[in-house]
């Protein structure tokens, strides 16, 4: 496996192929071309926007039209290969968007991509597909090129619109259930409390706790600039999500046994007001906790690694 190396300044990079690479969210989608070694044609990921509550036709349209594009920006180099990061639910085997009440791709459900894809391109005929979970990919990356790179045993946590993660031994991606690790590694829909993770762990658990102490809905960034400016109610609220983190997560930092626990996702940034507890049980195990703000560049790595090596 070729070293990766993110290009600073050409806008175009010449080589015998080049990837297309795509890590699509429910508002953007962002973009990246490699040519084969993985060297990116731009310094970071490029973003489009994903029309993602838009009529199917659109949504289509729309993914082709963002494909020819980075066709274009290939500079003449033929495609190897196309790899697809989406959130889940999934089929990642056959590109099926199984997502449904979530508000976004509700209106692609169920409807294979790539025939949707090759009816709008015709020079997509034989260009092979790849499609992973997001989180997959961030892990992937991560394990390859990220923080934790030197580490055995990872858990990747990104927490965002829910608790997406992944885990990781040997640079594989661990799916099996056993040893610790969630059926496909996802433990977003673990049991805890009153509900499932998924349900804590995220934007919405954050809200939720928001209304309680403070009796109205609050925005996380406007959580994190009153926990900036020590505001005691916004610092209790972070508080007492960071609880719950905490004792989420250390059923699988107790059974897996992981080396380093990396946290991604928009709410990790405010990692200083509610890591106080997970870090110290951390701390106490050996397990080295890494906070990674380029998630997107890290999922572009691991897409890239995917079509490479068939991960």
């Not at 990921?45 to 290939?74: R, T």
Request: proline share 4%.
């Amino acid at each position: 496996m070729p070293v990766i190396q993110i290009d600073k300044g050409e806008m175009s990079v010449k080589a015998e192929c080049s990837y297309i690479l795509l890590d699509v969210g429910g508002t953007q989608i962002k973009y990246a071309v490699a040519n084969q070694t993985g060297q990116m044609f731009y310094k970071e990921p490029e973003s489009f926007p994903a029309l993602a509550k838009e009529e199917s036709g659109i949504i289509f349209d729309n993914f082709s039209f963002l494909i020819d594009q980075m066709k274009k920006m290939a500079g003449g180099n033929p495609i190897a290969g196309i790899a697809m990061a989406f959130p889940g639910p999934f089929d990642y085997v056959h590109g099926i968007s199984l997502m449904k009440g979530l508000d976004k791709y509700d209106s692609i459900y169920g409807i294979p991509l790539v025939p949707q894809l090759k009816k709008r391109l015709d020079w997509l005929t034989d260009i092979p597909f790849q499609f992973l979970h997001d989180v997959e990919a961030f892990a992937v990356g991560e394990s390859r090129f990220g923080k934790a790179a030197d580490k055995e045993k990872i858990i990747c946590l990104c927490i965002g619109t829910g608790a997406g993660s992944a885990f990781v031994k040997a640079k594989k991606v661990q799916k099996e259930e056993k040893d610790g690790v969630p059926e496909n590694g996802w433990l977003y829909n673990t049991p805890y409390r009153d509900g499932i993770i998924d349900d804590y762990v995220s934007v919405r658990g954050l809200a939720a706790l928001a209304g309680e102490i403070y009796g109205s809905s609050i925005s996380g960034k406007e959580l994190y600039d009153r926990s900036f400016q020590g505001v005691e109610k916004a610092l209790l609220t972070f508080q007492v999500f960071g609880d719950n983190l905490k004792d989420a997560m250390m059923p699988f930092l107790d059974k897996f046994k992981p080396d380093a626990l990396v946290m991604g996702g928009q709410i990790s940034k405010s990692f200083a007001y509610f890591g106080d507890g997970i870090q110290k049980e951390c701390q106490d195990r050996n397990i080295e906790i890494f906070i990674e703000d380029d998630t997107s560049g890290l999922a572009m790595l691991g897409l890239f690694v995917s079509m490479k090596e068939g991960v």
